[in-house]
């Protein structure tokens, strides 16, 4: 991606003969837009976020990859949100993103986490193959990404292969839990961002797992995440 003088990355596509969106968010514009979730980026941390919200904006032109179409809003409430785990919780190993979609939170952590060993869950193929894309484009290594649903994936796999499970937005949590559980190792965690109205169910799905004070996501009053331990 070639940037412009001014600094800023232009994102232009056609949707049909007589329609062009013309987007254009500079790298200093994405990290003002992040300074509430007060995440450490470097200059190349940024640039990755341009790259892969440049590749977003365009792909979601012509399959449906978000329904936030403002690409302010797809840094804060996407990359934001993601990101803000790092806050709080160290990542490290291995990790499986259910229902990956555009890649968030799985695929997004890899800008901060670099060294995670990462696996994505995606069960439509042109969403896999836009994940695939975004790992090359801003070099993101060891991505996996598979076309089974977490329970023919967990059927057929090795039992307690992961350090983390991570599902964003995401339903049917009473049986995505124990499901998440036989691919975790002993110790491991699962990362859920979910609704507040989702957060109460939690409570009551019953397994080997401790949930830790729930965190609460900037600019989200309605939005958490639950970090839980297998025992």
Request: charged share 25%; net charge neutral; proline share 5%.
């Amino acid at each position: 991606m070639n940037e412009s003088e001014s600094g800023h990355y232009p994102i232009a596509q056609t949707l049909d003969a007589g329609h062009k969106i013309s987007i254009v968010l500079a790298n200093d514009e994405i990290r003002k837009l992040l300074h509430p979730f007060d995440l450490q980026l470097s200059s190349g941390q940024i640039a990755q976020i341009a790259t892969y919200l440049e590749l977003l904006l365009r792909w979601n032109q012509r399959i449906n990859l978000t329904a936030i179409r403002a690409p302010e809003e797809c840094v804060t409430r996407h990359f934001g949100e993601s990101l803000y785990l790092s806050r709080t919780v160290e990542l490290n190993g291995s990790l499986l993103d259910v229902g990956s979609g555009a890649g968030f939170p799985g695929l997004a952590l890899r800008i901060v986490f670099p060294e995670l060993l990462t696996t994505l869950l995606e069960p439509v193929a042109k969403k896999r193959a836009f994940l695939k894309e975004v790992a090359r484009a801003c070099g993101i290594p060891h991505v996996e990404v598979r076309s089974e649903r977490l329970e023919d994936f967990a059927a057929q796999s090795e039992a307690s292969q992961f350090d983390t499970v991570t599902a964003r937005a995401v339903g049917q949590l009473d049986r995505l839990i124990p499901q998440a559980l036989e691919v975790l190792k002993p110790g491991g965690r699962i990362c859920l961002w979910v609704s507040r109205e989702q957060a109460g169910e939690l409570d009551k799905i019953r397994g080997e797992i401790r949930w830790a004070e729930p965190i609460r996501v900037p600019l989200g009053r309605e939005r958490e995440i639950w970090v839980g331990t297998k025992g």
